[in-house]
């Protein structure tokens, strides 16, 4: 038998099905009407209306298209459109009763019984079909568990929510995928004994490695667990014996979809914190939807999770801007193996090249940039300060001109703590970044901002990788310093939240993500010791190495000149007190920073920026180190 048979064999079984029901609804709204004895005058004009109100009513069903679905597969929106059919239906049979026979002798209330009795009947029979497939579903799987389960990993969720819910859902309904969910457990006394799906609440967490049915994985279903609790689950887990992994935070999730396939391991993010950022989305809207956008370094953690972010919110035109081929490749690919139909344009070049970002702008027009390109990674921007100027000073000047010409409306610059009296060169760099565009926002049309904040977990440069790849190789972990402590938030945490500092801005201010607070590298190495199974100082060897060139035993946030504003957001401050100078004079005294970086003289690089920045303070020991070999090197 074809398909095309079978189709139509089964579209004639319901509209069979569903005239009975029409005659059988109809029939019984007669009976109710006369009390269950019914007029032989009536009864005998029954034959006569019969067809012209089945007529009607399936000229309604065909119009709702309520034989183009699965009855199986009935949902909350097929009964939704079971009502609206059937009213269309009645009130076509009143008109068309109404124009042959005028209703003469024709009870109009038997018409309002028949739509209720009608919608309710139509909407049973669906979900008979529904609840029949589901019980035999689940009779197989119960008659043939063996032969099901085989091959399929039994999985544990804990958490009972809506992410639990998602995921087991998707489970059941694709029967390809190798999983099976066994159970829940939750903290949640009352849910215990409950189901979900059939899917049965076990207990709480704590009695995970005491459950007596078998499973293979443990699926973390809690995206806004804090801190605290992800390292409590994850030491329930590692107890049980099992492996286990996570749903994403809300803040990962662009579209917003729990499923299998976002599931990941677990992350030092989760054990740092977890707390879902809370955006003003339409303010955000406001200056990006229609909107073209260019960002630098978007191939970069930062810039390409700030990609991510823009797409959500419907730009003209994304124009990504990066130095680094592969990178570029790779955000390329990410956005056009994306959902989101928006423009993008990729484009090689740096920001060093003034001639690349006069054409750039002058083809695309940008209305906001975001410049996320930079040198930052802190003791090789001390070997190579002069590459440090070139980028983050000269190129940030580069920037701020061709907006300035192109009629950019905002610009935002992706500042750090480590510009915050700087002790290394890349801070020091950070820092002139950053008075550039407050100098440069007192007379410009241009909205010019920053947003400061410290490391992110993951970023290039970020010390967690490093920390993974030490631990792959057996050890041993180098710490600096047993004391050392860093602010660490996500990249998704820290894109979205500059996105939403960008909104605020007028010009001038300079932004401080609250980073919550500090963490011990210490603690941090330990921790990624522990997720991958192992135990610090036993499995893997801890060596401490002592501080590298231009790095500080602790971070900040703000200078002492500067005074931190709520904003009425949780977790963007904003720095007053930091007028910026006049424009001319600044980038007088500037251009003599980059004229020196060309000379590549060491000494007088550190001079040059120390006059500038005056809270500067260079390492002494380092900068004897590199006087040295400077001088060794013109010999």
């Known amino acids: 038998m074809t398909k095309s048979t079978q189709k139509y064999r089964n579209l004639l079984r319901f509209i069979l099905v569903d005239i009975v029901l029409i005659l059988g609804a109809l ?25 012209v109100i089945l007529t009607a009513k399936l000229i309604s069903f065909f119009i709702f298209g309520m034989y183009k679905g699965m009855w199986r597969y009935t949902s909350i929106s097929d009964f939704i459109n079971i009502a609206k059919a059937s009213s269309l239906g009645s009130l076509m049979a009143l008109a068309m009763l109404a124009l042959i026979f005028g209703l003469s002798g024709f009870p109009r209330s038997v018409l309002f019984i028949d739509y209720a009795l009608c919608t309710i009947f139509l909407g049973v029979s669906r979900a008979s079909v529904r609840i029949y497939f589901s019980n035999l579903s689940q009779t197989q799987s119960m008659v043939g568990q063996n032969t099901f389960l085989r091959g399929r990993r039994k999985l544990i969720m804990i958490g009972g929510g809506d992410s639990a819910e998602k995921i087991i859902r998707e489970i059941r309904d694709n029967k390809g995928m190798k999983y099976v969910v066994v159970g829940i457990v939750d903290d949640d006394g009352s ?24 499973f293979d994985e443990i699926i973390i279903c809690i995206p806004t667990a804090s801190n605290i609790e992800m390292r409590r689950i994850v030491a329930i887990c590692k107890a049980a014996g099992k492996s286990y992994r996570t749903v994403p935070t809300f803040s990962e999730l662009i579209d917003g979809k729990v499923s299998m396939k976002s599931v990941r391991e677990v992350s030092m993010v989760d054990l740092l914190g977890r707390k879902e950022v809370e955006l003003d989305r339409s303010s955000i809207s406001q200056y990006i939807y229609g909107k073209r956008v260019l960002v630098t370094g978007s191939g970069g953690s930062i810039g390409s999770e700030l990609v991510r972010n823009c797409l959500t919110y419907d730009p003209d035109l994304l124009v990504l801007l990066d130095q680094s081929e592969h990178n570029l490749f790779k955000i390329e690919r990410e956005c056009a193996e994306s959902k989101h139909p928006i423009s993008f344009q990729p484009i090689l070049g ?10 750039v702008f002058a083809s695309f027009k940008p209305h906001v940039v975001f410049h996320a390109a930079a040198y930052k990674h802190v003791p090789m921007q001390e070997d190579h300060p ?27 610059l992706v500042s750090t703590d480590k510009a915050v009296n700087p002790t290394n060169i890349m801070g020091a760099t950070k820092r002139v970044a950053e008075k550039l565009i407050q100098s440069k926002s007192i007379d410009s049309q241009v909205k010019y901002m920053a947003v400061r904040f410290g490391n992110v ?33 996500s990249i998704s945490e820290a894109a979205q939240l500059i996105l939403q500092a960008g909104a605020m801005g007028s010009g001038g201010e300079i932004y401080v993500l609250d980073m919550g607070k500090p963490v011990n590298i210490k603690d941090i190495a330990f921790e990624l010791i522990r997720l991958s199974g192992l135990e610090p100082e036993i499995d893997i060897e801890i060596e401490y190495i002592g501080m590298r060139p231009g790095e500080k035993m602790f971070e900040e946030l703000q200078t002492h000149e500067e005074n931190i504003v709520d904003t009425g957001h949780d977790k963007i401050l904003v720095l007053k007190n930091g007028q910026g100078n006049n424009w001319n004079n600044l980038v007088n005294n500037v251009s003599r920073i980059v004229k020196t970086a060309r000379s590549y003289d060491y000494g007088q690089v550190t001079r040059e920026l120390k006059n500038f920045i005056p809270e500067y303070i260079p390492d002494s020991k380092t900068t004897q180190q590199r006087l040295k070999s400077s001088i060794i090197e013109e010999n």
Do not use: C
């Not at 190789?473 to 402590?485: F, L, R, V, Y």
């Open 27 to 51: 029939y019984i709204s007669f009976l109710l009407r006369f009390d269950f004895s019914v007029p032989d005058h009536i009864g005998m004009d029954f034959a006569k209306f019969l067809p």
């Open 191 to 214: 849910k215990v004994g409950a189901t979900i799906h059939g899917v049965p609440i076990l207990g709480p967490i704590d009695e995970l490695a005491k459950l007596k049915i078998p």
């Open 350 to 359: 740096d920001i060093r090249d003034k001639t690349l970002l006069h054409r």
């Open 386 to 412: 002069w590459e440090a100027i070139l980028t983050n000073i000269q190129g940030t000047i580069n920037l701020i001109d061709v907006s300035e010409d192109y009629g950019v409306e905002r610009f935002v």
């Open 457 to 489: 977990i993951g970023s290039s440069g970020s010390v967690i990788p490093t920390f993974q790849k030490q631990i792959q190789n057996g050890g041993p972990i180098t710490i600096t310093d047993a004391n050392m402590q860093r602010y660490f938030m």
